[in-house]
Structure formats: structure tokens, C-alpha cells
């Protein structure tokens, strides 16, 4: 689809509705308050849900859906309904921090803002100086980290890294574009509100609360759309579904192959549309005729008959269908290749650009503020994408740990880490502790004191998402949007804004060409005004949201593919020495009296950012872990009885509540993700559960794009703890 210049479209009585004052109710007790209504988007996790706040006498009291923001739709998810217990986090960083004691300790002293920023400054300065400015990395999560990644661009560095890229969503997005030559992006482009059949193969949505996909998971049902769930545990998902396939882990590559053979042997296949779209389908044939449903079902130990049948109901559906491609989906190595079976399978329904399939989504591209050239680095990237693990397109968070440890093909010495807790973001804690150990500079810029702030030398403590303005937000969606980030309420304590903290220590590199516009205001209002509207328009409506999108394709659709068409067979994969049709490959086994460790998220909790929330926590206090009652029953495991979880490599973990269930599969144990504090500032929640990260001893990489497999690490459970 073409991205569009902005048109100046209203969004309504219901946006115009919550700007400034709207009323002053009397209050019997406390006397008359001032209430007011702020718009906003939501960052308890990325998916940035439109946000429309209540402030009474300058307390935020309430939050609630935008009523006109297309993800959220008047709604927000539990987590988004809970944002104040962040913004009124006792356990909130209130003043920058330098740490005085050894790394890890938590001794720091208070400093003012000045100190602060100019010993990074002269720390940054030194580090170039010595070793390049390619010597300084970024690992960034959350909207507000464009301001640091633009900083470090200036300053001459390519090292900008996010997790989600290697540690969660990239082998989805690689999969995707060797087949339709594009990625999946985010929010997703499922069409889950007009599907007729919906795959869920590893995605536990309700669970994992994406607002909008949950709103149309729950539109699908009421309609009664046909949906499958295949999972090793019996999610809230199957609960909802016609048929619930309880896989082996780390056999979905050949179950998906299985539903091809079937689609081809029987023609069953979307016929118009690939011989319209696609290439490689003889090819593909070829390389599928031994993928029987009787061969998967040894693999996957589901029966041959329901694999035939699930995939004829799905082919009855055509192209409505929705095989959906996860978001989370770093597992067992081999990530990329499993995505491209559930694109190719996608592909043979029909499913890319129909409805009730993937539409194609619409943006705006919204003008930048003016700045000169950014400096070309003399070195390239060190993480090693599009080297090493030549598909991957973005920058490797993992990758940059791994070059930091070993120094090579250049030190790093610096890191500036923004708004992601490494230490349970990245693999093996124990792996990026050591490289931490390398670094003359670590600056953590966070709301909370997780374990990553623990160890810096310097600790900044940036203001909330509702006590800010951060960059523009243009959304790519089936309705494309801009939305604006603004401050609810002024920031508490001694907290800063990210633009401001980006940009005062860019003023101090003597980046002061980057930063033309004087503060925030101006340099909203300089890209608004540009694209027709102002920042005084935006804050009175908060959303901009332009007409729908037809999202399907035209008759004459070139993929941005080599072949320009859909790939069933990849010449890229084949040129490069590689299954050009993903094959399936045995995993290795859990080791003797061992379980294989599964993890995944809580509607409450957005991973480790959101547990030490005490509104979030009210509900959800600690993770515990999932452990089948057969399974439980052999080791004598009662219900609630604390354990702890010992990885292969003798790992030990905190002591957990069993849960025991018949709802998984007995060779798996499964935990919710962010547990497990060990960061003694963190009042609520340290100590509290169990951390699956540092269980996660073995890395699979993805040998195409360097995601970090983590589903090969078994653990053995111990009772009395
Ligand atoms: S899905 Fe929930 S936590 Fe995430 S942005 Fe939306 S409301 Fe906030």
C-alpha cells in the first residue's frame, strides 16, 4: 500500500470531547475538584493503545480507551487500566544516581542533573576519543527511545539495538518477507475481527493481551468463526477453540508441512490465487511429498485423522483464514524456517491480502523535523546482521552482548540502556553480567530500579508516559492514525522527560546542530504543522485517524520478493546453501527426570516491567509453575507446594508455587515470564516468584537472523524448598 501525506481529517465529537476542562463537579467532603480529561497513548507495553486520562485536582484517577483511537477502541487492557500504579510507584528512581559501590551492589549517590549528564558526557567523550564512537551502544525498548537513538546516531555510532527484535519478533518477520516480501510489523495486520478460520499454533492471545487482537478474537468467536489452537498447554485461547492440538514442542515445522502435503495432494489449495500470486509450487510439491499427516502425526503425536481434518475446514474457509503468526516467537533455533511454514501455508489459502486473512495496511508518513546529515559511521554494526546471520534486518541485542564479551571485530565500551531491564530481557544473565564487567560506561535510563540499574555507573530517572510528551506515534493499521504522546500531569520527583535527557546530553557532545528546536513543543508542533495540523490540534484530540484502507490485493500486486510473486520456494534460501522449503529437524530431548521449560505472559503483566505495579499486583502477585498432574502425582507434588526449578546446567531458581494441571502436556513445565526479582529496590516484587531467564542457560541461535532460540533448556523440579 502507499503511504500517505496527512490529510487533515477530524476525529469527532468523542476526541473533541476530552480535551482541556470539561467539568468541575462539587464534592460533598473534599469540596469542588477541578477534573480534566487528557488524551494520551498507553506504554505498559508496545502496542500503544490510545488513552484518554482522568485528572482530578491534579491526581490522575482514571484511565480509559480513546474512544476514537482505532487500537483501542474505548478500551484498555487490564495493564493499561492500571498505569497509575507506575506513575504512583513508590518504588519510582526520583533523582539521577552515581554508583559508589562495585556493580551489582545498588550503592549509589544522589546527584543533580548537571553532574549527572556531565560525567556521561566526559566518560563518552573519553571512550571516543580512545575507541571510536562505534564503542558506544544503545539497547532501547518503548516509544521514547527515538530521542536516544537519534543522539547516538549523531554522536557516530550504528550500535542501536532493540530485544524485541532477536529475542522476540524478528524470525516472524524474516519468514514473512522471504515469502511476501514483507514483514508482519506491528500491530500485526491480522484480520482477526473478519476471519472464518483461526490458527493460533504457540499464541496464547487473552493471555498475551494485545487490546485490539483480543477485542477481535472476541468478535471472531461471536461470530462463530472456526478456531484451532495448537499448544502444549491448554490456554485460555483453547478453551474457545472447535479443536485444541496439544503438540510436542518443537515439532510445529512438521505439522505445518503435513497441512501443505494435504493442501496439495488433495486440492485443496487457494488455486486462482496462487497461480495468480505464486511461484515455486512444483518445487514445493516436490519437497512436501513425504510430509504425510501419518509422518507428522509420529513427530507431533497428534493423529493423522485430526490433522486432515482441521486443515479441510480450513481450506473450506478460504481465503478468510488466519494462520496467525505469533509474536513471540524465539524458540528453538530453527524460528525463521517455522515462520516461513506458517507464511507458505498462509500463502497456499489465500489468506495474504483477503479478508478475514492479513490486509495490507496504510500509514502517513509524517515529515521530519530538519536537521543536517547524520554522520556515516566508519565502522559497520558489530552485532553481526546481515553477516553472520545474513537475513536479519535490524540491529541484534543479543549480538551486541556477544561482540561486547568478546571485544571483537572492535571493543564496545559504553552502553546506554533505555527503558529495558537486560538482565531478563537477554538470555543467560550470567552472559550479559560478564560483558556488563567489560564496559568503562553503563547508563541506565529507567522509571524503575530493576537489576540492569543495579549495576550502572550512572542511573537517570526519566518521567512516566503520562507525565511526558514523547515523538509522534503514526500508526500502520487498517485505519492509519497519528497519535501524540503528552503529559498528563507534570513529572514527580526529580524525573525527566527522554527528549530532554537525549538532548541536554547531546548539547554536552556538542551535538548542538542536531537539536534546532528549543524544546519539545516546538519540535512537535515544527512536524505538525508541517503535515497540516498543529500541536494544540493534537492535544485537544490526542488521535488523527484517516479512512480505512481496502487492505486487499489488487489483481496486479508485485511482491517485494525477487520474483516479485509469493515464494514457495525460496531461490534466496537455495542460493545461500539452506532449506529453500523449511524441513523438520528433531530437537534435542529433555535429559533423564527432566521437563522441557515453556514460558509466556499473563493478561496482568506486561513481562518484568509491570510486577512491581501494586494495582497489577493486587491481582497477579507471583508467577507459579504450570506441572501436569501425572507428572506431579510421580514426583508427589501437591498442589501449591513450593519447588524450585533446576536447569541442566544446575541453575537453581527461587522457590515457585506448583500449580498442578491436567491443562499441559506431562513433558513440559510452563511459567509466566518477568518473575523472579532479584533487584532489592524493587519493594513489591523482589523476591516474588520465579525468574525463567536465568534458567535460560542454552541458546539455539537462528543461524538465518540470529534470534535467540530459548525453548532447549530442561529443568528438573525440587521439592522442600
Ligand atoms: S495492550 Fe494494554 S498495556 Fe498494551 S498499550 Fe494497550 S492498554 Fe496498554
Same mark, same amino acid.
Given at each position: 500500500m502507499e503511504r500517505r501525506k496527512f490529510l487533515q481529517i477530524a476525529t469527532g465529537g468523542a476526541a473533541a470531547a476530552v480535551g482541556g476542562v470539561v467539568a468541575v463537579w462539587p464534592q460533598a467532603?473534599?469540596?469542588p475538584k477541578l477534573v480534566r480529561k487528557v488524551s494520551t497513548f498507553c506504554e505498559?507495553?508496545?502496542?500503544?493503545c490510545g488513552v484518554v486520562a482522568t485528572v482530578e485536582d491534579g491526581v490522575v484517577t482514571k484511565l480509559d480507551g480513546h474512544p476514537s483511537h482505532p487500537l483501542s477502541m474505548g478500551r484498555l487492557c487490564p495493564r493499561g487500566n492500571g498505569g497509575t500504579g507506575l506513575l504512583y510507584d513508590?518504588?519510582?528512581?526520583?533523582k539521577p544516581l552515581i554508583r559508589t559501590?562495585?556493580?551489582? #551492589?545498588?550503592q549509589f549517590k544522589e546527584a543533580s542533573w548537571d553532574e549527572a549528564l556531565g560525567y556521561i558526557a566526559r566518560k563518552m567523550e573519553r571512550i571516543k576519543s580512545e575507541h #571510536?564512537?562505534?564503542?558506544m551502544a544503545l539497547f532501547t525498548h518503548g516509544h521514547g527511545g527515538s530521542f536516544f537513538g537519534n543522539m547516538l546516531k549523531a554522536y557516530g555510532s550504528p550500535n542501536i539495538a532493540a530485544p524485541s527484535y532477536a529475542q522476540c519478533r524478528g524470525p516472524r518477520e524474516v519468514g514473512f518477507q522471504l515469502t511476501f516480501g514483507s514483514g508482519i510489523g506491528s500491530?500485526?495486520?491480522?484480520d482477526i475481527a473478519n476471519t472464518r478460520f483461526l490458527v493460533l499454533i504457540g499464541s496464547h492471545l487473552g493471555e498475551n493481551m494485545h487490546n485490539t487482537q483480543v477485542q477481535e478474537f472476541a468478535e471472531c468467536i461471536r461470530r462463530g468463526a472456526k478456531i484451532c489452537v495448537v499448544d502444549p498447554r491448554y490456554s485460555v485461547a483453547a478453551s474457545k477453540a472447535n479443536w485444541y492440538l496439544p503438540i510436542k514442542p518443537g515439532t510445529d515445522i512438521a505439522l505445518l508441512m503435513s497441512w501443505v502435503n494435504v493442501l496439495l495432494e488433495e486440492g485443496l489449495y487457494n488455486k486462482e490465487y496462487v497461480d495468480r500470486y505464486g511461484t515455486g509450487l512444483a518445487e514445493l510439491r516436490a519437497a512436501t511429498k513425504e510430509n504425510t499427516p501419518e509422518w507428522a502425526a509420529a513427530i507431533t503425536e497428534i493423529p493423522a485423522e485430526t490433522i486432515r481434518t482441521v486443515v479441510r475446514e480450513m481450506a473450506a474457509a478460504k481465503p478468510a483464514v488466519l494462520v496467525h503468526p505469533g509474536r513471540h516467537v524465539t524458540w528453538y533455533g530453527d524460528d525463521a524456517q517455522r515462520s516461513r511454514a506458517i507464511a507458505i501455508l498462509n500463502g497456499l489459502l489465500g489468506s495474504w491480502g483477503s479478508k478475514g486473512g492479513f490486509y495490507l495496511p496504510g500509514g502517513v508518513d509524517i515529515p521530519k523535523y530538519a536537521v543536517p546529515p547524520l554522520p556515516k559511521p566508519a565502522r559497520a554494526a558489530?552485532?553481526?546482521?546481515?553477516?553472520?546471520?545474513?537475513?536479519?534486518d535490524e540491529t541484534l541485542a543479543s549480538g551486541l552482548c556477544d561482540a561486547t564479551l568478546s571485544g571483537s571485530p572492535y571493543p564496545v565500551k559504553g552502553w546506554i540502556v533505555y527503558g529495558t531491564n537486560l538482565v531478563q530481557s537477554l538470555p543467560n544473565p550470567k552472559h550479559t553480567l560478564e560483558a556488563i564487567d567489560r564496559l568503562d560506561l553503563l547508563v541506565v535510563v529507567d522509571v524503575l530500579p530493576a537489576e540492569i540499574a543495579g549495576y550502572a555507573d550512572v542511573v537517570l530517572p526519566e518521567a512516566t508516559y503520562l507525565e511526558r510528551y514523547d515523538d509522534l506515534y503514526a500508526g500502520t493499521f487498517r485505519t492509519p492514525f497519528v497519535a501524540l504522546r503528552q503529559p498528563v500531569v507534570k513529572p514527580m520527583y526529580d524525573s525527566r522527560p527522554g527528549w530532554w535527557i537525549a538532548r541536554e546530553l547531546g548539547l554536552r557532545l556538542g551535538?548542538?546542530?542536531?537539536?534546532?528546536?528549543?524544546?519539545i513543543e516546538q519540535y512537535l508542533d515544527g512536524r505538525l504543522t508541517k503535515m497540516g495540523s498543529s500541536l494544540g490540534q493534537m492535544q485537544k484530540a490526542g488521535v488523527v485517524v484517516y479512512p480505512p484502507e481496502d487492505g486487499t490485493l489488487p489483481a496486479d500486486h508485485k511482491f517485494d520478493t525477487p520474483s516479485g510473486k509469493v515464494e514457495f520456494y525460496s531461490k534466496t534460501l537455495a542460493e545461500m546453501g539452506v532449506d529453500a522449503v523449511p524441513k523438520h529437524y528433531a530437537k534435542p530431548e529433555a535429559p533423564e527426570g527432566h521437563l522441557r521449560l515453556l514460558f509466556g505472559r499473563s493478561p496482568l503483566h506486561t513481562f518484568g516491567r509491570t510486577t512491581n505495579n501494586r494495582v497489577m499486583g493486587y491481582v497477579v502477585r507471583e508467577n507459579e509453575v504450570w506441572v501436569n498432574n501425572k507428572t506431579a502425582a510421580e514426583l508427589g507434588l501437591k498442589q501449591n507446594e513450593r519447588v524450585r526449578l533446576v536447569n541442566q546446567d544446575g541453575v537453581k531458581s527461587n522457590a515457585v508455587r506448583a500449580r498442578v494441571?491436567?491443562?499441559?502436556?506431562?513433558d513440559c513445565v510452563y511459567m509466566v515470564h518477568?518473575?523472579?526479582?532479584?533487584?532489592?529496590?524493587l519493594r513489591h516484587t523482589a523476591g516474588r516468584g520465579a525468574s525463567d531467564s536465568e534458567l535460560v542457560t542454552r541458546v539455539s541461535v537462528?543461524?538465518?537472523?540470529?534470534g535467540t532460540g530459548m525453548f532447549n533448556n530442561f529443568v528438573r523440579l525440587e521439592r522442600g524448598a
Open positions: 467532603a473534599a469540596g505498559l507495553c508496545f502496542w500503544k513508590p518504588d519510582r528512581l526520583k559501590g562495585k556493580r551489582g #551492589g545498588e #571510536g564512537p562505534e564503542a500491530p500485526e495486520n491480522t558489530l552485532d553481526g546482521a546481515g553477516t553472520r546471520y545474513p537475513l536479519a551535538l548542538q546542530q542536531y537539536y534546532p528546536w528549543r524544546d494441571t491436567n491443562r499441559i502436556r506431562p518477568g518473575f523472579g526479582h532479584t533487584a532489592s529496590k537462528d543461524p538465518l537472523m540470529g
